[in-house]
Structures are given as structure tokens and as C-alpha cells.
């Protein structure tokens, strides 16, 4: 019987092969889109799922409630392991501090490498709580004793190649020039998908040996670093209660006089560590392929979710439509013994095998899908995955769901046929269900028209942003940074000197980043009015004496500092109205408390945007290099180049990297153009408008295939109306008005629905700019009459052919 | 075999009532040929489905084979129709999407008797009703007459006790008209009880009694044979 359902199902697909396409077409997209995003789900959810013990491994972060926000921070202060090590409730506490050295050696094969990355120092309850396989070195003693270290397998092969890894232990590895370390130990990589991306794990006790040993001996209280990480293994029992309230207790103890005053609390929290890899609050190790995110996968989920709908509509509204065509089977059927059951089973079979067959081209469309949308799929996500078990079981019931969500309902009318009706001829059912089949019409439209809408007024609001007046130049400027691992001011100096001899450039200063970058620097400044104190943070900018000129900041009173190295401050109009100066020129002169010294305000800047502009002007300040006998603020050396024309801009380029190698021969230049920076700032909303071209793109395809669907159905009823209509003397123009015209209102309908439900959308998403595009009406009228011109196209495609037909033809088959 | 009395028919709209069945009443014994007659809209095909256990009567009793079964519900009839009638209808109405063989081999399927033995019974009725060398072709491929062959082999593969015939030969020409009533009698000879609806006297005269209504009532009752 399931053969000859199939047999059928094959035949009716081949023989109806436009509305075959349009079904197949559209669950194909709505398939592909839902693989695709099952798959990073699946990848997503999968991040150390795989430790011993994972559910009672947590990360202890640290929580700031000011009155200006909530502040998170995924370290702990040095103090804290002390203070709860002992607690009942653990079973390991394991504290580690992320150096990253400069470099690393193994002098005995004299080997250098620079910059090595996730190394840790760790105490030795580090692989009690994570679970690692040692496979050589002793894992019992591990990391007790100063000067260990132990590697991963990958990093020890790495730095010791051609060695046995046995035959590495008790090797030597010299950290920064002077770190000794011996290698006690070799660790399996993990194999599952892990945030815990460790490669190099040197024993706690050999912190005291670097820069950091004031601060790991003092373990100050009120300082937290995000360098400081904790993690602990819950008991099985342990009581959550006690350990919050724990903290808590510990946090008022311990909290600073300046934080009771200002009323800022701390909070110490238990992170689980699978929600590590999702909670942006506090990030993870490795940002190289940036961060996971919950409300990106729910979006796509949507989008996958509406095409997947769409695909499901017009398999339900041309199966219903079609209905009267399949009435004469489903008589004959009826009469010789088939049961309403089996009839439904019958149909569900053919949705299925419909369904199969869409699967099929979605697998192949998936591995491409997968390159197209790179941007939002995680690099690590390989087609491979498809392979896993439970996304094999994922895929079969979202098959089933999909087969019952498109067949159950014409399944059930068409199984509902009577019999001595249809061996009649006497069909209505077809048409009884035309409201549903217009309902569904002007839903499919409205989900369209919705996306339509928004990605217009995306790309309006990107353009805003892109487009906006940051407040300084930032066209032609390059920053060139100097490498991490250099920390000498004379040769960035030296640098800058020798760039003047280029004739394309205009202008140059050093500095910190541009006055607009991902980066801030925030400090705490107060301002005494007589006995009131007002209170306040400012962003910290670093720059030369050119600095305000070179990015053609407006200077509104006083000047810029006298040299590079006198503590002055310029602060911009945002501070100055914070701090309550009457005017630009009121503030010269007057000073700010900064690090327990009164500085003085020379001078008062324009605003101008320190960062996207997601984020409102904020109280700024711009100072020079005051500490460069210790280290210095100037990491950049930002150029203003003559003209932007790609010609002489290769030629600079060209020409700076020249002088780069002089000066620093052993590193890549790094350089970032100042408006390219700017236009990073939004990748996350160009993101965003990308995934709503597609989603618009492919709504409006599988919607318009269902019309036509539709189109093509009611034109062929109607062909005899039509034929009579001529020869009464009705136009083309008349036929093809009376044709189109129920479709378009229903299309007008959904243009109606849409609106509303865009407009809140998209104002919901616009409250996360302090600086936002209006949400114009135009946008919306052109989006509605966008829509009606496509299905009008549509529409008139299969009309005007249905109009133009001799009606003679059409008349003589009665 | 079949024995209905004062067998009622109502069609409602929202305003008139017809009357499609008007306390009818007679029976039919098994092995018997009876050939139903009359104008349009008297009722015959009404009847023909109440025969059919398709339509429900409103009224009245219907015993097959000495049970009532006018009360039975869609799976009781349904049962009852699978294993005891075959349906030969004007229109043919074989299934377009499927094959010769495959349109006979339906109701063995709704049966529950297993491929093998499908296909001998299958082939045994092709080759009986000489459709034998068309069993893979599509019924659009095919004349009329051979429409109604393989709607016949289809009626009679299951060995149903009755037949129930509308109209058989109404879209036939008289060659095939004929060679499709032979096919009833040699059928009707072999046990098989039959009812005919037709509207051709010619045809009717192949029965061993012709009842004629009017109105949904039987007017007269020839015996013939």
C-alpha cells in the first residue's frame, strides 16, 4: 500500500509540475535556512558539554551596581580564592591569572616565539576541576611548585618538534628572558568544542617572578582585573543559597569607603560554565571568531521559522486549491474500500515524499548557504555536523513536523470529500475554503511586507550612521601602530620623524587610538564647588599637542596643553556641562581632582563621538603622556594623508610601510584607516541588514511563487468567465483589472497588518542609538507599493496570458 | 439478498425539500440480474448509492444478506462494501495517475491480500476481460470500451457477491456497449447478482426483471426471465 501511495504521490508530482516547483521550492528555502541554523544551534549548545562534573563547574565573576548601570567583569579580586577556599560547599577552588609573555624560548634547540597565545598561570587544582587526560608527567603534583609548567600536546609538539612526548618532560622553557621553567607535564587537547582554550598552564607560584608579584602579594580587595580568573567545582550537595549569601557578606566586609559613599555594590556570581560561551556580559578566551550570541540565534530562528511558514502556506493553499482535482480519486478511492484514515494517510505519504525531496535539495543547498552566510555561521561549524546522531534525529522529526504542519489540513479536506458528491461532479469544497486560502495569503504578505519594511529602515539607520558627522575628520587618516611586544617611545618618535620626509602626508600625531575606537579608558574626576563635591567619570584620551588638529577638533576656548608631557587637561563640552562650567571659556583656568592632584582645564573642545553612536557623548578629557619615564600612552602614530585618491594612496602606503620596516624590521605593520574603524563599529547592524536582505529577498520569492500558485489556479477556473467576457466585449485591460484585483487587495491587506508590527519592531531595535534615523513615512509607502508592483507582476504574468487567450478556444470545450 | 422497505431520501436546501426516495420498496435475491429504469431525477442513482452503502437513506430499513444495515457507520460500511460490492459507473472513473494493472490491483489492496497473490488475480482478470496487453498503460491511453473493460475487471476482482452498475454503457458506443453487457451476463451466469441503472431498454432487456420508478416511487415490475 505504501508503494502504491508513493507511486501516486511520484505521479502527481511529475504530472502538477509548476505547483510541484512552487512547493518544492519553497519548503526547500525554508529547509536550507533551518539546517543551517539548526546546525549552529546544535554547535552553539554543544561548547564543554563534555567535562566531568560540567554542571557543577562554575566561573566566579564580579558585578558593579552604580547608579549609572550595571558594570561586569569576568575576574575576582586576588583576595577572594582565599577567603572561600575553605568553604564546604566546594570540592576545588582553582585560581589562574592570563599572562600573555612576550615571548617564549627553547633555548635548547634555539627556538624563539613571540607573543605566545592562551597561556595561564595556574594553581594546582587546575585539572581538578577540569577534567584534562595527561599523557605524560604526573598530574598528582602538578603546578605545586614555581617554575612548571605543562603543555598541551599541540603546544609541546609546537615547541618542541621532532621529540617524543615523553622526551620532553623536565625540557626547559624560558618565559620574557628570564622565567625558567621546566616541563612537568603533557595534557590531551581537548576533544570536544571548549571556551576553556588553554595551551600553556605555568605553575601560580611563578607569578612572584613577574611583573605582577606586588599584586599577588598584596591581593588588594578592591581591585579587579579580569586577568584573574576563578573557577570551583560545586559538591554534588552544595548549598547555592549559603554560597550567595557567603559572598555577599564577604563583599560587604571587604567593600571600598569610596564605593559605600558613591553607593556602588559589588556582587561576586556563580557563572555555570556553559553559559560561558553565550554570556556577553562577561566574555570568553578567544575572541578570534567573536562571541556566541542567544538573541542572534533566536533571530535566525525566527527567520528560519517565518520561511519555513511561508514554504508550509503554499503547500497548504495549493493543495486546497487543487483539492477538486484530486475529488474524482478520492471517490473511487472512497468506494472501493479505502477509509477516511487511510485517504489521510495517502495524502500525508505524498506531503512527505514532497518534503523528502526538498530535504535533499536543502542538504545540497546548506553546504553553500553555510559560505554565503559566513558571517553569522561560527568558523568551527562544518557540514560534517550533520553526521551527529542527534542533529540525524533533529532532521527526521523536523521532516515529520514539517509534513504534518503543510499536509494535516488538506489531508483533512481532502479525505473529507463525500463520496456520492464527487462521483457527481457536484464540488464546492474547493471553494469553501477560499477564505482560509486568502487568510493564509495575506499572512504569507504580511510576514513579506515586514521584512520589506524593516530592511529599508535598517539601511536607512546604517546610512545615518555611516553617514553622520562624527565630530572630527576621518577620511584620509591612518593609524599605524606600533608593535604589542615594543614598548620604547624613541622608536615610535623615531617613526614619526621620518614619516615627515614623505611629501603625500600632510599631518601627523601621536597618540592613543583615534578619538573615536572600541577602546576606553575610564577614570573617576571631581570637581569642588565650595563644599560640594561633584563627582564623575571621564573618558581618557591620549594625544600630542596635533592631536586636535590633525582630526580638526574644535578647539571652543582656551588652547591645547604646552608639550606632550605637562598635566593639562582639554576637556570637551560634555565635561564642561557636567562639571557645571557657566561656559567654554569659565572652565580655563579651573582645575579637576585627578589621581589626588588638582589639575588645570586649558582648553574646551567641541563634542565629537568617542564611539558609535549607540552610545550618547560622554564626559571626555584629553591629556598628554605623563608617564612615559614608565610606560607610555602613545601606541599609535596617526597620518593625514593629502588626498584619499587611490593612487596616491597606494603610494603612501606604500611609503609608510617603508619607513615601518626601518624602524621596526622585525614585525608587520599594522595600520587601521580612521573611517574604515568607524564603519566597524556597525558590523554587528550590517550584519543584521544582510541577514534581512536574504530573509526579504527569499520571503518575497516564496509568497510571489504562492500567488502565483493561486494565480494560476483561479485563472484556469475562470477561463470559460473570461472567454464570455470577450465576447461580450470586455477589454484587456477590464479582464486583467477583474482578475488581479482580489489578489492585490489581499496583498493591500497584509501591506495594512505589516505596518504596525514593522514599525514597533524596528522602533524597539532603533532604542539602542542614542542617535537614530526617523522612521519616515515614505519608507513605508514605498515598501507597500514595492510589494503590489511585484505581485502585480506576478499576478499579470499569468492574467494578461489568460486575457489575450481566443475565447473561442476556451468556449468551444464546453 | 438484499431486501430494503419503505426506503425514504430527503435533499434539502435552505428553503425547498425534495423528495429523492419515496417509501421504496422491493428485493433482490441472489444470482438475480435487475435492471433499474426511469426518467432522470426519479431516483435511480439515489438508490444506487444507498445500494452502495455511499449514501445513508433517511428513512426506511435496508438488510443485506438479512442484516440492517442502514445504521452502520463509515468503517462498518465501508468493510462491508470492500469485500461484497463492485461499482461499474458510467464515467468509468478509473484513476488517471494510475495504470491498468495498478487500478485493478486497488480494491486487493484495500483487502489486505498480500503482492503475490495481488498480481495472479490481478493478471487472471486483464487476461478474462482481454486487457491483458494494455495492463501498463494509462487510462487516458485507452478507448472508451477498454475503460470500461478495466472498470469491470476493477468491479469484479475481489469476486464481490453484487454488482452495482450505473449506467455502464452510457458513454459507449453500441459495439462496446455490447461487449460490456456480455461481460455483466457472463458474470451474472457465474453467480454474481447484479443491479443496473440505464436508461436503454436494449440494455435492460439483458436482465431477468426490469423495475421502473418515478418520483423515488417503483411504478411497475417486468419479469423477463
Known amino acids: ?92 577552588t582553582s585560581e589562574f591569572y592570563r599572562e600573555r609573555p612576550m615571548k617564549v624560548e627553547n633555548r635548547a634547540s634555539d627556538l624563539e616565539f613571540k607573543l605566545p597565545k592562551f597561556v595561564i598561570f595556574a594553581d594546582q587544582d587546575y585539572f581538578k576541576i577540569f577534567d584534562y587526560k595527561f599523557i605524560a608527567g604526573d598530574n598528582v603534583k602538578a603546578l605545586h611548585n614555581p617554575n612548571e609548567v605543562i603543555l598541551t600536546k599541540e603546544r609541546a609538539l609546537k615547541y618542541f618538534p621532532n621529540t617524543e612526548v615523553s622526551e620532553i618532560i623536565g625540557k626547559t622553557l624560558v618565559y620574557n628572558d628570564s622565567v625558567n621553567t621546566k616541563v612537568t607535564g603533557i595534557v590531551e587537547n581537548f576533544k570536544g568544542r571548549t571556551d576553556i582554550v588553554f595551551q600553556e598552564f605555568i605553575s601560580y607560584p611563578t607569578l612572584l617572578q613577574t611583573r605582577l608579584r606586588e599584586n599577588i602579594i598584596k591581593k588588594n580587595w578592591n581591585n579587579t582585573n579580569s586577568n584573574s580568573q576563578l573557577f570551583v567545582k560545586l559538591k554534588a550537595n552544595a548549598d547555592l543559597a549559603s554560597i550567595k549569601s557567603r559572598f555577599k557578606e564577604l563583599a560587604t566586609e571587604h567593600a571600598d569607603e569610596q564605593d559605600i559613599k558613591y553607593g556602588q555594590e559589588r556582587i561576586f556570581q556563580l557563572q555555570p560554565l556553559e553559559d560561558i560561551h553565550f554570556n556577553e556580559n562577561y566574555g570568553i578566551y578567544d575572541w578570534t571568531n567573536g562571541q556566541a550570541s542567544k538573541s542572534l540565534l533566536q533571530n535566525l530562528v525566527f527567520v528560519a521559522l517565518f520561511l519555513l511558514l511561508l514554504g508550509c502556506i503554499n503547500f497548504i493553499n495549493l ?8 475529488a474524482k480519486e478520492i471517490g473511487i478511492r472512497k468506494t472501493l474500500g479505502s477509509t477516511r484514515k487511510q485517504l489521510m494517510g495517502q495524502f500525508m505519504g505524498e506531503t512527505f515524499l514532497l518534503v523528502i525531496i526538498s530535504a535533499v535539495l536543502s542538504l545540497l543547498l546548506s553546504r553553500w548557504l553555510i559560505t554565503v552566510f559566513s558571517d ?136 592613543g587610538p583615534p578619538p573615536a575606537s572600541q577602546s ?202 473570461i472567454g464570455v467576457r470577450k465576447v461580450l466585449g470586455a477589454s484587456l485591460l477590464q479582464i486583467n483589472t477583474l482578475l488581479c484585483k482580489e489578489f492585490l487587495i489581499l496583498v493591500a491587506i497584509a501591506f495594512i497588518v505589516a505596518s504596525p508590527i514593522a514599525w514597533y519592531g524596528i522602533n524597539n531595535w532603533l532604542q539602542d542609538f542614542a542617535y537614530k534615523t526617523n522612521i519616515s513615512f515614505w519608507v513605508f509607502l514605498n515598501s507597500g507599493c514595492a510589494m503590489i508592483l511585484f505581485a502585480l507582476i506576478v499576478i499579470s504574468a499569468k492574467t494578461l496570458q489568460a486575457a489575450n487567450a481566443n475565447p473561442v478556444d476556451s468556449l468551444r470545450s464546453e | 439478498m438484499i431486501q430494503i422497505t419503505d426506503l425514504e431520501k430527503f435533499y434539502r436546501t435552505e428553503e425547498v425539500q425534495t423528495i429523492a426516495l419515496n417509501k421504496l420498496s422491493f428485493g433482490v435475491k441472489e444470482g438475480e440480474f435487475v435492471a433499474i429504469m426511469g426518467p432522470s431525477g426519479c431516483g435511480k442513482s439515489t438508490l444506487l448509492n444507498i445500494l452502495g452503502l455511499l449514501d445513508d437513506p433517511d428513512g426506511g430499513s435496508f438488510k443485506f444478506n438479512g442484516e440492517e444495515v442502514s445504521g452502520y ?111 455483466l451476463i457472463d458474470l451474472n451466469e457465474a453467480g454474481t447478482t447484479i443491479i443496473m441503472v440505464t436508461h436503454s431498454e436494449h440494455d435492460a432487456k439483458y436482465s431477468h426483471r426490469i423495475i421502473r420508478m418515478l418520483d423515488g416511487q417503483k411504478v411497475t415490475e417486468n419479469i423477463l426471465a
Not at chain 1, 616 to 642: C, E, N
Not at chain 2, 126 to 137: A, D, F, G, P, T
Request: proline fraction near 3%; glycine fraction near 6%.
Open chain 1, 1 to 92: 500500500m505504501i508503494k502504491n501511495y508513493f507511486k501516486i504521490a511520484w505521479r502527481n508530482i511529475v504530472k502538477h509540475k509548476v505547483f510541484s516547483f512552487i512547493n518544492v521550492i519553497g519548503l526547500t528555502i525554508g529547509l536550507s535556512a533551518s539546517f543551517v541554523i539548526g546546525l549552529m544551534i546544535y554547535y552553539d549548545y554543544t561548547f564543554d558539554n563534555f567535562h566531568k562534573d560540567g554542571d557543577r563547574i562554575y566561573r566566579i565573576v564580579t558585578d558593579f551596581k552604580e547608579s549609572e548601570g550595571e558594570f561586569y567583569n569576568s575576574g575576582v579580586t586576588l583576595a577572594l580564592k582565599g577567603a572561600i577556599e575553605e568553604n564546604s560547599n566546594f570540592e576545588a
Open chain 1, 520 to 721: 576606553s579608558n575610564i577614570t573617576d574626576m571631581r570637581r569642588m564647588i565650595d563644599d560640594e563635591e561633584i563627582y564623575g567619570d571621564m573618558q581618557l584620551l591620549a594625544g600630542d599637542t596635533k592631536y586636535l588638529d590633525l582630526f580638526e577638533i574644535e578647539l571652543l576656548a582656551g588652547r591645547v596643553y604646552r608639550n606632550d608631557t605637562v598635566r593639562e587637561l582639554v576637556i570637551n563640552e560634555a565635561a564642561r556641562k557636567y562639571f557645571r562650567f557657566k561656559s567654554p571659556e569659565d572652565a580655563i583656568g579651573k582645575t579637576l581632582l585627578y589621581e589626588k592632584e588638582y589639575l588645570p582645564i586649558v582648553g574646551v573642545t567641541g563634542d565629537f563621538h568617542q564611539s558609535s553612536l549607540r552610545s550618547d557623548i560622554r564626559p571626555m578629557t584629553l591629556r598628554g603622556d605623563w608617564y612615559r619615564g614608565m610606560w607610555t600612552y602613545f601606541q599609535a602614530t596617526h597620518i593625514s594623508l593629502k588626498s584619499d585618491s587611490p593612487e596616491n594612496l597606494k603610494n603612501s602606503l606604500a611609503k609608510i610601510e617603508n619607513v615601518y620596516k626601518d624602524v621596526y624590521p622585525e614585525s608587520d605593520m599594522r595600520l587601521e584607516f580612521v573611517d574604515e574603524a568607524v564603519e566597524r563599529f556597525y558590523k554587528r547592524e550590517k550584519k543584521i541588514s544582510k541577514l534581512l536582505n536574504w530573509s526579504t529577498g527569499l520571503s518575497i520569492l516564496i509568497s510571489c511563487l504562492g500567488l502565483l500558485g493561486l494565480v494560476i489556479y483561479t485563472t484556469n477556473r475562470r477561463v470559460k468567465e
Open chain 2, 73 to 183: 457507520n463509515e468503517r462498518k460500511r465501508s468493510e462491508l462494501r470492500k469485500h461484497n460490492i463492485g461499482f461499474v459507473f458510467q464515467s468509468f472513473n478509473l484513476i488517471d495517475e494510475l495504470t491498468v494493472f495498478e487500478n485493478v490491483e486497488l480494491p486487493l489492496i484495500y483487502t489486505g491480500v498480500k503482492p503475490a497473490e495481488r498480481k495472479k488475480k490481478v493478471e487472471a482478470v486483464l487476461e478474462k476481460m482481454q486487457i491483458m496487453h494494455r495492463r501498463n498503460h494509462f487510462p487516458q491511453q485507452l478507448s472508451g470500451g477498454q475503460q470500461q473493460r478495466v472498470a469491470v475487471a476493477r468491479a469484479v476482482v475481489n469476486n464481490p457477491k453484487l454488482i452495482l452498475a450505473d449506467e455502464p454503457t452510457g458513454n459507449l458506443d453500441s459495439t462496446n456497449g455490447n461487449e460490456v453487457m456480455d461481460l
Open chain 1, 376 to 511: 553569522f555561521v561560527p568558523a568551527g561549524l562544518s557540514f560534517e555536523l550533520f553526521k551527529a546522531p542527534i542533529v540525524v534525529v533533529g532532521v527526521i522529526i523536523l521532516l515529520v513536523l514539517v509534513t504534518i504542519l503543510s499536509g494535516f489540513y488538506p489531508a483533512i479536506v481532502l479525505s473529507k470529500f463525500n463520496t456520492v458528491s464527487v462521483l457527481k461532479n457536484h464540488l464546492g469544497v474547493g471553494d469553501k475554503k477560499v477564505g482560509l486560502r486568502k487568510f493564509l495569503t495575506v499572512f504569507q504578505f504580511t510576514i513579506a511586507q515586514v521584512f520589506i519594511i524593516a530592511t529599508l529602515l535598517v539601511g536607512k539607520q546604517i546610512n545615518y550612521l555611516l553617514s553622520k558627522d562624527m565630530g572630527f575628520k576621518t577620511d584620509a587618516i591612518v593609524s599605524v601602530y606600533k608593535p604589542i611586544e615594543e614598548g620604547s617611545l624613541e622608536k615610535i618618535e623615531l617613526y614619526a620623524e621620518k614619516l615627515t620626509s614623505i611629501p603625500e602626508i600632510k599631518s601627523i600625531s601621536l597618540g
Open chain 1, 319 to 326: 493543495n486546497t486549491a487543487q483539492a477538486t482535482q484530486r
